[in-house]
Every structure is written in structure tokens, then in C-alpha cells.
């Protein structure tokens, strides 16, 4: 206590005590907010822990539900992956119309609509060459339809016959790679394919989360990192080392190897595509049909890019 303080309280004692207390309050009280800012901190961190681990849960209990679904109607037969194919298709497509009418776009959705439920039918039943068909159908169709609607224009064109190209052609792959063989090595091959796409996307999602620190494309995606990037990589050339390893339908090693990387690479491309119309529309997941991945498109990105690199390749190699 300072010598002022001392005569302060000698001249007035009841004041000084007052102010002593009022001291002793301020201090209290001030030990109080730190102790509730820190238990507010502790707090924060475990419902953020929390958050994230149900998250995961989440996206592993749909992702699960989504992968048995789609092996199932594979080894169910071709016409059952024809079928969940054209679903899927059809659902992707509604999705990227959605993002489109967002971002002021007007597509005509029953064309575009109609092509990516026909595209994987004529797949199974017509096979390759029937797909230009389709693809004749859908600039007809829509010829006629900018035509005789003043108020279409050519941004509506372009997005109407991109859509079901996007979303189902590409997609129609699966279809065309399961049609190679209607038995059992049709559906393996088909579900190796599939699961290197997945053994990427997942890989690159644990390994990026936690230790992911160098930015890929921060502008279009800022959680993906390089480092998942890699990890994704290896997870798709080890599906492919397996299928190599035990021949399945003649591919040999050097080509399943071939095919990991290519397809891994284009994987990461498709869904940096989509990432790409996201942000484009300022839209977190193109749809919520699949709690803790967002949309159907979301959970496809890069199977629709993967799948038809994988079928390019299945092909030049002299496999399908």
C-alpha cells in the first residue's frame, strides 16, 4: 500500500475498506472469466472432437451403404447394374440442373433428364455404338426446343446437353465394362474399378485430414492437400497391383499398374471438377440425399471421371 493509500485510510477508514473489497471483487471476478473462458475453450475442443467424429461415422455408415448397394446389383447381373447406373445418373444430373438454375440458368430438364436414364440403357441393351444414338436424340431435341422457346438461349443449349453427357454418359462406362463379361469376372472386374475410385477418395480423405498440410487447389477445394493426394494415389494403384497380381481377365501388372495411376489421377480431376461448379454457384454439396458426403454428384465426381478413363484404358489394353 502506497503512502497516499495509507493516509487515505488513516483520514477515512470505512471508505478505504470499501475500496478494498471492491479490489478484492474485481479480482475475483476477474479469475471467474478466465476460469469460464477456459472451460469454454475446453468445451469448444470437445464438441468439436465430437463433431468430427460423428461426421465420420456418418460418411462410412452411407459410403458403406452405398458401396454394398452397387456391388450387389453388379454381381446381381448386368441389367441390375444397368439399372442402378441409370438411377444414379438420373439423380447426378437433377443435382448439376439444380446447381445451374442457381447460378441463373434455365435447362430443360425433361430432355436432359430423359438422355441420362437412356444413355446407360442403351449401354446395356445397344452397347457403345447405339450411345451416339442417344446422343443424336439429345442435339435433335434440343434444336427444337431453342427453337420454338424465345426465351432459351444458348447457355441454356450448352448446359441441357452437357448435363446428362456429364453425368450419365461418362457414367454409362460402369455399364460397358460390366457388359465385357455377364459372369463372374465381368462383375470382379467392374467392382475392382470401383473400388480403387473409392480406395482413393477415402485414402486421400484420412491421410488429408489429419496430417494434410500443403494446399492443392486451395482456391477450388481448400481442404485437399497433396499429401492426400499421394495417399489416394497409392490406394488405387494398390487395388490395381492386386488385380494385376491375380490376373483377373489377362491384365497383366504393368498395365493394372498403368491404369492406377491414370485412373487415380483423373479421379482427383473429376472431383476438382465438380468442386470447381460448386464454388461457381457458391454451393457447399450439390445435394443432401447422402448425409455426411452431401449430393449423389458429390459421392460420383470421380467415378464418372475414373470410370471412363478405366474403360478407355481396359480397352487400348486388348482386356474388354
Request: proline share 3%; aromatic share 10%; hydrophobic share 50%.
Amino acid at each position: 500500500m502506497t503512502e497516499e493509500e495509507k493516509a487515505q485510510e488513516a483520514k477515512d477508514p470505512i471508505q478505504s475498506k470499501s475500496k478494498g473489497i471492491d479490489r478484492l471483487v474485481d479480482r475475483m471476478e476477474s479469475r471467474r472469466d478466465r476460469l469460464s473462458d477456459q472451460f469454454q475453450s475446453n468445451q469448444l475442443r470437445g464438441q468439436k472432437a465430437r463433431g468430427a467424429f460423428e461426421k465420420l461415422i456418418t460418411r462410412s455408415v452411407y459410403g458403406a451403404l452405398y458401396a454394398i448397394i452397387t456391388a450387389g446389383c453388379l454381381f446381381a447381373g448386368r441389367t441390375p447394374t444397368a439399372v442402378v447406373v441409370a438411377l444414379m445418373a438420373w439423380l447426378c444430373c437433377s443435382e448439376f440442373f439444380r446447381m445451374c438454375r442457381m447460378a441463373g440458368r434455365m435447362p430443360n430438364e425433361v430432355i436432359g433428364l430423359t438422355a441420362a436414364v437412356l444413355f446407360p440403357a442403351f449401354a446395356r441393351f445397344f452397347y457403345l455404338r447405339a450411345m451416339v444414338f442417344v446422343i443424336f436424340l439429345l442435339l435433335i431435341s434440343v434444336g427444337v426446343w431453342y427453337v420454338l422457346t424465345p426465351r432459351a438461349n444458348i447457355a441454356d443449349v450448352a448446359i441441357t446437353v452437357f448435363g446428362p453427357i456429364y453425368t450419365s454418359l461418362t457414367f454409362s462406362c460402369v455399364v460397358l465394362i460390366r457388359n465385357s463379361d455377364p459372369g463372374m469376372n465381368g462383375a470382379m472386374l467392374t467392382l475392382g474399378v470401383m473400388l480403387s475410385i473409392w480406395a482413393n477418395d477415402s485414402v486421400a480423405y484420412l491421410v488429408g485430414s489429419r496430417i494434410g498440410v500443403h494446399k492443392m487447389a486451395p482456391r477450388i477445394s481448400p481442404k485437399k492437400s497433396w499429401e492426400g493426394f499421394w495417399a489416394g494415389l497409392v490406394g488405387s494403384i494398390i487395388v490395381w497391383v492386386i488385380i494385376g497380381v491375380v490376373h483377373l481377365d489377362s491384365i497383366s501388372l504393368p498395365l493394372a499398374i498403368i491404369i492406377g495411376i491414370v485412373e487415380g489421377f483423373m479421379s482427383v480431376v473429376g472431383d476438382l471438377f465438380e468442386s470447381r461448379i460448386k464454388r461457381g454457384v457458391g454451393v457447399k454439396d450439390s445435394g443432401n440425399i447422402m448425409p455426411g458426403h452431401g449430393g449423389l454428384l458429390d459421392r460420383s465426381d470421380s467415378m464418372i471421371f475414373g470410370s471412363m478413363v478405366a474403360y478407355v484404358l481396359l480397352v487400348i489394353g486388348g482386356v474388354i
